[in-house]
């Protein structure tokens, strides 16, 4: 009878040993695996809900994009794919014939590099991934000097200003000739420039112009 005792307690022993053993190896195991499923449940249902409140503003995005993409398009249409003597020749010209004024002297400096410039490439596909290409940004320099009433100087200023490429007024210098009444006016111009676009290779329309001598040299 007491054989059969032990042998019982031994049973319910062992019984209580699986069992502990599946609770430990087993349920805790399930129940640190649910723990981290819900905590990654809840994370995704955080990012979905975020997700959802841009596809709700998926029309505003697009219609930003839009607005964006004309607004950096008519800056970079200010920027041509090269600047050349020819630009600043024609400039001094034009501004001869709308101002009246004498460009007596021009000169050149070489193109220097500014930047390169990491551009995304245009996608109708707000989907896809983005590529991207880069660009290089370079600038020239021209020096004018000339001969102006101060009405005039306010005019070839103003005349600068107006271009429809990217131009801009470095440097002015002005002195009074006492013997003419007029200012001798030196100008530093600056023209910048992209390289690296799919657009059309920048060539100015030089027509005809009497500026200058029929001789290099004399004459």
Do not use: C, W
Request: proline share 2%; aromatic share 10%; net charge negative.
């Amino acid at each position: 009878m007491q054989k059969k005792r032990t042998v019982k307690y031994i049973l319910m022993l062992l019984g209580l040993v699986i069992f502990l053993a599946g609770y430990f190896l087993v349920y805790m195991d399930y129940a640190a695996r649910t723990d981290e499923l819900t905590a990654e449940i809840g994370t995704l249902t955080d990012r979905l809900g975020v997700l959802e409140s841009y596809n709700a503003r998926l029309n505003e995005f697009q219609t930003g994009i839009e607005a964006n993409k004309t607004e950096i398009g008519d800056v970079l249409g200010s920027y041509y794919s090269v600047e050349t003597p020819e630009d600043f020749i024609m400039l001094a010209t034009a501004m001869e014939d709308a101002v009246g004024v004498s460009i007596s002297s021009l000169s050149f400096e070489e193109p220097i590099y500014i930047s390169e410039i990491l551009a995304a490439e245009d996608a109708g596909d707000y989907t896809a991934p983005v590529t991207t290409r880069t660009l290089t940004g370079y600038g020239v320099t021209a020096s004018m000097e000339g001969a102006m009433t101060y009405s005039e100087m306010k005019e070839v200023l103003a005349y600068i200003g107006s271009q429809v490429d990217a131009t801009h007024l470095n440097a002015v210098e002005m002195s009074y000739d006492a013997t003419t009444g007029l200012i001798l006016g030196s100008l530093v111009i600056d023209k910048y420039y992209i390289e690296g676009r799919d657009i059309e290779e920048h060539q100015i329309n030089v027509p005809y112009t009497d500026i200058g001598n029929d001789v290099l040299i004399g004459g």
